[in-house]
């Protein structure tokens, strides 16, 4: 069954950085849309970021709060989908999840994936 385990998260000042990883099991990332959304407390869920394919080139978009800050990436061979996290703000503060979408949409609407990590918690604060 496939399987999503996100990690990396954890303390960090303000202005601090964190790399999260979402390693993906049971199938490989192939060329479907994969992003990260955040959810922090008494918030609905949020878009962070999707990479996806146009026939072999990956293109990436952001929601407007993390652009420049934070950057998503993928590493085919490891199965593994990234999340680098920058210049940090108590805002970001929220648990991270990982999802991929098979049918191959993507883009920032989280009904649209089909898989989900178990999330990892990401605290900003001084």
């Known amino acids: 069954q496939v399987q999503l385990v996100e990690s990396g998260g954890g303390l960090v000042q303000p202005g601090g950085s964190l790399r999260l990883s979402c390693a993906v099991s049971?199938?490989?990332?192939?060329?479907?849309?994969w992003a990260w959304f955040r959810q922090a407390p008494g918030k609905e869920r949020e878009f962070v970021a999707d990479?996806?394919?146009?026939?072999?080139?990956?293109?990436?978009d952001y929601a407007d709060s993390v652009k420049g800050r934070f950057t998503i990436s993928r590493d085919n061979a490891k199965n593994t989908v990234y999340l680098q996290m920058n210049s940090l703000k108590s805002e970001d503060t929220a648990v991270y999840y990982c999802?991929?979408?098979?049918?191959?949409?993507?883009?920032?609407?989280?009904?649209?994936?089909?898989?989900w990590g178990q999330g990892t918690q990401v605290t900003v604060s001084s």
């Open positions: 999802a991929g979408d098979v049918h191959g949409s993507g883009g920032s609407s989280s009904s649209e994936y089909d898989y």
């Open positions: 049971g199938r490989t990332l192939s060329r479907y849309p």
């Open positions: 990479i996806r394919y146009r026939g072999f080139t990956a293109y990436v």
